[in-house]
């Protein structure tokens, strides 16, 4: 018999939890180390990532919306969890522009999210996103594309810290006879920016990019920066003062002005706070 649907085995992988989750027909949202798999009746319907840009972050870096129709649609329908059907009533976007670019957004994620199949920590039966219906896709779908995805990435370059750590370019190697898209890629290498922070400045798909970063790799272009040294231990700081952060996932609200921190930052830190 199958575990009650809001109940985990300790150390369950996220593959098995999703696959027992699809068998109940469950709908709810599944956390794990790296973001959270949101499900209705049994598919998968969306999935966040700390470490790939979200939706509105690439339809609007991409031109496909105006920042402005992005946040008036969570204004109006975020809380009722019909951000997308609101995209597409008020005519801001096509619903065939949605869907391709929540599709690409949903796997870019999942790859992150289930690839490496780390263990599942939470599930909250009901659970909506509040982006709200757009396409659902089987588990087995995702799971499957996620597996190619590693496989593929690994065969370019074996080593997946280029996937999330802040990368370099590494002086050497001639780069000028490069592809468009791979020259463009490489130019946004700073030593600062990760992979996914590279594919929102391109308005491009996570995989995509972390392709051509795996090739520049692989050719000696670029390299993950190598971490700080802990500083000596000292006297602890000063506690900051507290902040209220929601315990359930959303969007952020709209930035108040044009010089506010980053806001993409912002989401992923709290995705990353819920999932953990």
Do not use: K, N
């Not at 280029?162 to 946004?188: N, S």
Request: contains cysteine; glycine residues 8%.
């Amino acid at each position: 018999m199958s575990p009650p649907t809001g109940a985990l085995r300790t150390g369950e992988p996220a593959s098995a939890r999703l696959g027992t989750l699809a068998e109940q027909g469950a709908t709810g949202a599944l956390s794990t180390e790296t973001g959270i798999v949101y499900l209705a009746a049994g598919h998968i319907v969306h999935v966040e990532s700390a470490v790939t840009p979200d939706l509105g972050d690439l339809l609007t870096h991409s031109g496909a919306l105006a920042p402005d129709g992005w946040w008036e649609a969570i204004d109006q329908a975020g809380r009722r969890c019909r951000v997308g059907r609101q995209l597409v009533d008020s005519g801001h976007l096509a619903a065939g522009a949605l869907e391709l670019c929540h599709l690409g957004a949903l796997f870019d994620a999942a790859y992150f999210v289930l690839a490496h199949d780390g263990p599942a920590l939470r599930f909250r039966p009901g659970a909506a996103h509040w982006l709200g219906a757009v396409r659902s896709v089987p588990v087995d779908t995702v799971l499957r594309e996620s597996r190619r995805r590693r496989e593929l990435l690994h065969r370019i370059w074996p080593e997946p810290a280029v996937d999330r750590a802040p990368l370099a370019r590494v002086h050497g190697p001639d780069a000028a006879d490069l592809p468009a898209r791979r020259g463009r890629t490489l130019a946004e290498v700073d030593g600062v920016r990760t992979a996914a922070q590279i594919a929102t400045a391109l308005a491009c798909r996570t995989f995509h990019t972390l392709v051509e970063l795996r090739r520049l790799a692989a050719a000696g272009l670029v390299a993950p920066v190598a971490p700080l040294l802990p500083a000596p231990r000292s006297a602890p700081a000063p506690a900051p003062a507290s902040a209220t952060v929601s315990a359930e996932p959303g969007p952020s609200p709209r930035p108040a002005a044009p010089d506010e921190p980053d806001t993409a930052l912002l989401r992923r830190l709290l995705h990353a706070l819920e999932a953990l």
